[in-house]
């Protein structure tokens, strides 16, 4: 029998009722024979403003010491100005992915059957089916904070957000990205930047995309600027099997992403430490949702897939499967009709379990 160490972060807003149905599936598939020990983290909007504490140290020490972590999302209230915007983002959900090393931010997207696209049917007919996955970099790019800003409130302020790109950073990512493409059937990987115009950046990851690549004699490589991949998401999204991009890239093109596949509310992700040198953790792509939070409105499907991404990350990849035929299944029969957040995750924990 084993025990997998879990903290779980259910943070803001939606955030704790979609990771409430996420755990509810878990318990329902662990096998005979696995645990799932779990820690809870009460961090999030709730705890800064009663505290001023984000992260820590004592705290991140201990999550540290976990298999895995599981996070909801987080975010307080728009506009709220004891909460000025990315105390949380920066101080908690980044800070985790950079000091656990997250570089591989893996955001898978298919369209299964029965759930309904935004893009008109004729785009969709007659091609492959959707089914690609975002190897985002997720340590450096424009998220690392090196920047600053001169003249604040004057006429003449200046504000910098300078993208570090370094080719360590670069090609540990692609490596990864070249991997997995390397155990997918069509075995295409798509770089995406925009070399034309961030010539310093595009050129280190086009270079290495090209060293990379000698290492990977079957994988067909493939280059878009990021405009130019909007457009095709968006009118031939079959196009694309594994693409690797950036952290800014990466973000904007995993709504999109999720967007055309069925929406934000199913759309599961993975903060990868690809070498296990710390956990990696797994959440759903959307945030803390401020709109629909407390309403059980929201759609625990991104954070019940990313159990199974969690699952498969630490081996389980059977129970794994689990999980995922469940979502299809579920998918496959939704009517149309709203059902409450922990209606989903009953009907799909009932799956799992049956
Ligand atoms: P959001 O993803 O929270 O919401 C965007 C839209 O999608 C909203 O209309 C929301 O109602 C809808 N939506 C999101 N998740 C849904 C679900 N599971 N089911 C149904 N509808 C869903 O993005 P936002 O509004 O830009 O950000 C809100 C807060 O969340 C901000 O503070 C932001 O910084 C934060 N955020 C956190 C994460 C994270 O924790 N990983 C990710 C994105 C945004
Ligand atoms: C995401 C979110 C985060 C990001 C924010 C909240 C820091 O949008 O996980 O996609 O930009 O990575
Ligand atoms: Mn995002």
Redesign the pocket.
């Known amino acids: 029998s084993s025990t997998i160490r879990l903290a779980v972060i259910p943070g803001d807003g939606i955030g704790p009722e979609v990771t409430a149905e996420a755990l509810k599936v878990l318990d329902a598939v662990a096998p005979a024979g696995l645990r799932f020990e779990q820690s809870h983290y009460d961090l999030g909007a709730e705890r800064y403003l009663a505290t001023g504490e984000v992260l820590p140290d004592s705290v991140l020490a201990e999550v540290r010491g976990h298999d895995a972590i599981l996070l909801g999302a987080?975010?307080g209230k728009p506009n709220d100005p004891n909460l000025p915007p990315g105390i949380l983002?920066?101080g908690l959900?980044?800070r985790l992915r950079f000091e656990l090393d997250h570089y591989v931010n893996l955001r898978p997207s298919r369209i299964y059957p029965g759930v309904t696209s935004p893009l008109a049917p004729h785009v969709l007919e007659g091609r492959d089916d959707v089914d690609f996955v975002v190897v985002r970099e997720g340590t450096e790019g424009p998220?690392t904070g090196n920047g600053g800003a001169l003249r604040v409130g004057t006429p003449h302020e200046v504000a910098t957000e300078v993208s570090v790109n370094t080719a360590f950073g670069v090609e540990r990512v692609l490596r990864d990205a070249f991997a997995r493409a390397q155990r997918r059937p069509r075995k295409k990987l798509t770089l995406v930047h925009k070399t034309n115009v961030l010539v310093h950046a595009g050129s280190v990851w086009w270079r290495l995309t090209q060293a990379v690549a000698r290492d990977f004699p079957e994988i067909t490589v493939d280059y878009m600027h990021v405009d130019a991949a909007m457009i095709h998401l968006t009118t031939d999204p079959a196009l694309f099997d594994v693409i690797v991009t950036d952290?800014l890239f990466g973000?904007i093109i995993?709504?999109l992403a999720a967007a055309i596949t069925g929406g934000i509310g199913l759309a599961a992700?993975g903060n990868v430490n690809p070498d296990r040198t710390a956990p990696s953790m797994f959440?759903p792509?959307h945030?803390s949702a401020p709109d629909i939070a407390g309403q059980q409105k929201a759609d625990p499907t991104a954070a019940i897939g990313s159990v199974a991404l969690l699952l498969d990350h630490l081996g389980h990849s059977g129970t794994a499967a689990v999980v995922d035929a469940a979502i299809v299944a579920d998918l496959a029969a939704r009517t149309g009709a709203p059902r409450t957040t922990s209606e989903i995750g009953d009907a799909i924990a009932a799956r799992v379990a049956g």
């Open positions: 987080v975010g983002e920066r959900l980044l998220y952290n973000d995993t709504d992700s959440e792509v945030g």
